[in-house]
């Protein structure tokens, strides 16, 4: 059988609203569900060959038929999985490789000592209520409700998920019908095929925090594919860490947040040239929104784990610094159950599908106006040229008479060192790498200085946060200590900066 391309939203489903989504107006069709029990046995090697090679075997039972089903190749986004697939019907629960018989997919099981490796590494058994709905003429979508589990040996993970297969359409109106569906149940995107929660079941791992990504970019691209591609896989870079941060495991999965928030407000400032304010203000509102519902518990994540536990082994018998450390972790953890109310609220879960559904729509390239730097069509290596000059020039220019600057000057050289890396990142790819890796580790070390120096300066505000109004000579001594510390720290942050500041203006630039 020919590969076909696959393209479904999978979206979570709370238990408890399983039956309020099947009872939606919107999910009735003309015609009753189909419901059947789907058992499925997913195959690989002992050492998981074929997931390494981002392919997925299952062989389904469903009624009296065996279907086979090979699965590779294609993309994530925002919950939208499109795949390459084979599917075809075999006579038992026994992979037959004979029957893959076109597509590039069928190389990978051309050796024999791999066939002969195949077992069984996990199962998934559930109730599939199924129907056809058409949303509007011409666009058509099976919604298949999902409740069941993924077993793999003794250990076990619930299902209960909603796919919007697309029959007949294009991909944003899957968004856009999620969004309705939203307004009566909270739904959340999923990343996760079933294939991949069942090998880190079978596994036994944790996703650990994802760090941000560099976009593979051509240098024949144009301005609005390159923007898209950024702006996905910044929007991949915040999704991979939200089911950690919400589990709250490890600080890290909140910083790595933060850091894609930060760097999805930096591709719509790369880009203001081509994207039109009208559509584009709405969504960087509310990504200010979730950056302001995080900042607070990352602050307090540093200022617990980073800076306050050297100043608590120095002084380990100050009874007044013991206070304001329990203080301090009191507040942390209120600051994190904030940010990770943010994060479960349907305000968030709407901020994902709505960007997500801007971005394969590309309602961009038709209302933007055309502007003397570039439009969506130009070349892309000669846009990313032209802003990495002119945000280069405004670090150096920020960056003048270096010992001299104030508090709020080298605030304001942060930033622009912040905006050079981001773009750096974004557009590296379409210069030669090699030119680039001097300048981009230089500019790293000088924007972690800037970035220390920063939570320095912070380190007032959270002491006043969290001594208040007590008064006292233990408390103010107390305070001193802290403050002492901190002032210490930029001073010796100060010498440092210098020495990066000479480095990075040595380096030469790439575009």
């Given amino acids: 059988m020919n590969p076909d391309t696959e393209t479904e939203l999978k979206l979570r489903v709370p238990p408890e609203a399983a039956r309020r989504i099947r009872a939606h107006p919107l999910l009735r069709g003309r015609v009753r569900p189909v419901v059947r029990k789907l058992h499925s046995i997913y195959f690989d090697t002992p050492g998981l060959d074929l997931w390494q090679q981002g392919v997925a075997l299952r062989l389904r039972r469903s009624g009296g038929h065996w279907l086979q089903t090979v699965k590779g190749g294609g993309t994530v986004q925002a919950g939208l999985h499109e795949r390459v697939e084979i599917e075809t019907e075999v006579a038992g629960p026994y992979p037959d490789c004979t029957r893959i018989a076109e597509g590039a997919l069928t190389r990978i099981f051309a ?80 990343n996760r095929s079933k294939a991949e929660r069942g090998y880190a079941l079978f596994r036994g791992e944790r996703p650990a925090p994802a760090k941000a990504s560099t976009a593979a970019l051509a240098a024949d691209m144009t301005v609005s594919v390159a923007f898209k591609t950024i702006a996905w896989t910044t929007l991949n870079h915040l999704q991979a860490n939200e089911h950690g941060m919400l589990e709250g495991r490890d600080p890290e999965y909140l910083h790595q947040m933060r850091v894609a928030l930060r760097r999805l407000r930096s591709v719509f400032s790369v880009f203001a040239a081509v994207l039109p304010e009208t559509t584009t203000e709405p969504l960087v509102a509310e990504f200010r929104w979730l950056g302001g519902a995080l900042s607070p518990a990352r602050d307090w994540d540093v200022f617990v784990s980073e800076t306050l536990p050297p100043i608590r082994e120095a002084f380990a018998e100050h009874a007044a610094l013991a206070q304001f450390a329990r203080e301090c972790a009191r507040l942390r953890r209120e600051a994190n159950r904030k940010a990770r109310r943010a994060v479960a609220s349907v305000r968030y879960e709407r901020l994902v599908l709505d960007f997500a559904a801007w971005l394969a729509a590309e309602k961009w390239v038709s209302e933007a106006a055309e502007t003397p730097l570039a439009t969506p069509g130009s070349p892309a290596r000669e846009f990313a040229a032209v802003v990495l000059e002119r945000r280069y020039a405004r670090v150096r220019k920020r960056g003048r008479k270096l010992r001299q600057l104030s508090a709020a000057e080298l605030h304001r050289l942060r930033i622009a060192v912040k905006k050079l890396r981001y773009a750096m990142d974004f557009l590296v790819t379409l210069f030669a790498a090699k030119r680039a890796r001097d300048m981009l580790s230089h500019l790293a070390r000088l924007q972690n200085i800037l970035g220390a120096m920063n939570d320095a300066a912070a380190v007032e505000r959270l002491v006043h946060d969290a001594f208040g109004a007590r008064a006292g000579r233990a408390t103010s001594e107390a305070r001193g200590i802290v403050l002492g510390w901190s002032h210490g720290r930029a001073l010796t942050l100060r010498r440092e900066l210098r020495g990066a500041w000479k480095a990075f203006r040595a380096a030469e630039i790439f575009w």
């Fill in 111 to 190: 050796s024999r000592e791999l066939r002969a490796q195949l077992k069984p590494v996990f199962v998934t058994e559930f109730s599939r209520s199924s129907r056809l709905i058409e949303l509007t003429p011409g666009v058509a979508v099976e919604v298949s409700m999902d409740r069941g589990e993924i077993k793999s040996g003794d250990v076990a993970e619930p299902v209960c998920e909603l796919e919007l297969e697309l029959k007949s359409g294009s991909a944003w109106q899957l968004y856009e019908f999620a969004l309705k569906l939203l307004e009566a149940v909270p739904l959340r995107v999923e």
